[in-house]
């Protein structure tokens, strides 16, 4: 469900929809379950607009979050070069291929439920929509909400990451069928909904994890003052998970279910058997198969093992992704210690930028490793404009020749579907 209209019909329709999914499915329910629902208002919107409701509409909006969260980095892998596509029909070749249209395709219009397909607009803009209209009806009803101040806190926070994505993953943005919106536009909205968290009462992990991610907002944005101030405060140890579940495709880890259960992609050659200085890096475990995918027939298939099953949690934001952030900022010495301590934490040698390279090279290389199919590198890609490859006009998948040539489309174009249904564009 797109996310378009007023505020009130946003309610109506997004919150009825992820009440039903969690309350008949303990979470989550397959598509085909939901044809079988007897009675279609069991679940009535006055019910999702009691403000006694407020815990189930904010762990909607979480859930909604967890599951285009998953999307997002087998979405990104796929653009970015960490994974390539193993499946012999063409509707996923964009993505890997690089030569997505204002279309859209798959990515702007399948749902966060497909098991084959891969989806970002769509599911991030209803994971944004979901816990701002939470966020709002809460703000209107504080007084009258058990644990108001909490939950508020946690719906910016899932609110921002929403937004956060948006602005890495596209060229363009529209929230909650606002206005289109730059990247940097759609940054500043999700500091904002950071800021929003952090002035509330979160939790610590909320708290730590809206820093994280305003850090990354900021940085973004090149407010490295702002981004730096706010990594220095995570503590070390702090990691926030996305949960999952076998219980549907909508509630398993994506990466997982596309890569190593139904073999719908594989590890790409840049991430094969990753060493350094001789000792094999632990950060990128992958396997060699030692055949083709089944997909296709025609992909070497190499397994991620980062993510051992369906309900393996993916991090959303964690202490090293902030001590990274410091070390590109503030660069020297600074930055030669916190590589040191990646690598000593990993039991890799350590680094020395008199014979290993320049840092910031480094840091880029660190983030591939560390934070490896964590939804990181799309937007590291665009962030240091990393070399494309293969190469823009390079046979697509030489290996086998599926068709077309590698494109230069790394950000993703706003879908036709929103401009032509969205008042404000």
């Not at 536009?185 to 909320?206: K, M, R, V, Y």
């Not at 405060?233 to 909508?250: D, E, L, M």
């Not at 199919?373 to 240091?384: N, V, Y």
Request: glycine content about 8%; charged content about 20%; aromatic content about 8%.
């Amino acid at each position: 469900m797109r996310a378009t209209g007023s505020p009130r019909r946003l309610l109506r329709g997004l919150m009825m929809w992820s009440a039903v999914l969690l309350l008949l499915g303990g979470g989550v329910v397959a598509c085909g379950e939901l044809l079988e629902i007897e009675s279609g208002s069991a679940v009535t919107a006055d019910f999702l607009e009691d403000p006694a409701q407020a815990p189930l509409l904010v762990t909607s909006a979480i859930a909604d979050f967890q599951c285009a969260f998953s999307n997002y980095i087998q979405a990104g892998a796929l653009i970015g070069n960490e994974m390539w596509d193993g499946q012999l029909g063409a509707a996923q070749w964009p993505y890997d291929r690089r030569d997505f249209d204002e279309s859209g395709g798959p990515y702007a219009t399948t749902t966060c439920s497909s098991n084959q397909w891969v989806s970002l607009f769509q599911s991030l803009s209803t994971a944004n929509a979901q816990a701002s209209i939470a966020a709002r009806l809460i703000s209107e009803n504080i007084a009258d909400v058990s644990n108001g101040a909490q939950l508020l806190a946690q719906a910016y926070a899932y609110a921002g990451y929403s937004q956060l994505l948006l602005g890495e993953a596209m060229c363009s943005v529209a929230l909650e069928s606002g206005p289109e919106l730059t990247r940097d536009q759609a940054w500043a909205s999700a500091e904002e909904q950071f800021t929003n968290a952090l002035n509330g009462s979160p939790t610590a992990d909320i708290q730590n994890m809206a820093l994280v991610g305003r850090a990354r907002a900021r940085l973004n944005q090149g407010n490295t003052t702002g981004a730096l101030a706010d990594a220095q405060q995570i503590p070390a140890g702090f990691v926030t998970y996305a949960t999952y579940s076998a219980a549907t495709n909508r509630s398993s880890n994506k990466v997982y279910n596309h890569n190593n259960r139904f073999e719908f992609s594989s590890v790409e050659d840049d991430f094969h058997d990753l060493t350094w200085k001789g000792v094999p890096d632990p950060r990128v475990p992958v396997n060699d198969e030692g055949r083709l995918t089944a997909g296709d027939d025609l992909t070497p298939f190499w397994t991620q093992q980062k993510y051992p099953d369906r309900e393996a949690p993916i991090p959303i934001a964690r202490y090293e992704e902030a001590q990274l952030i410091i070390a590109e900022i503030q660069g020297g010495q600074t930055a030669v210690d916190i590589i040191n301590a990646l690598h000593a934490a990993a039991g890799l040698p350590g680094y020395d930028p008199a014979t290993d390279g320049p840092i910031l090279d480094h840091i880029i290389q660190e983030r591939e490793r560390e934070l490896f199919l964590e939804s990181h590198h799309l937007g590291d890609m665009i962030r240091f404009n990393k070399p494309l490859l293969p190469p823009p006009g390079a046979t697509y998948q030489e290996t086998g020749s599926k068709g077309g040539t590698y494109g230069t489309t790394v950000c993703l174009p706003l879908p036709l579907v929103e401009k032509d249904n969205n008042p404000n564009i």
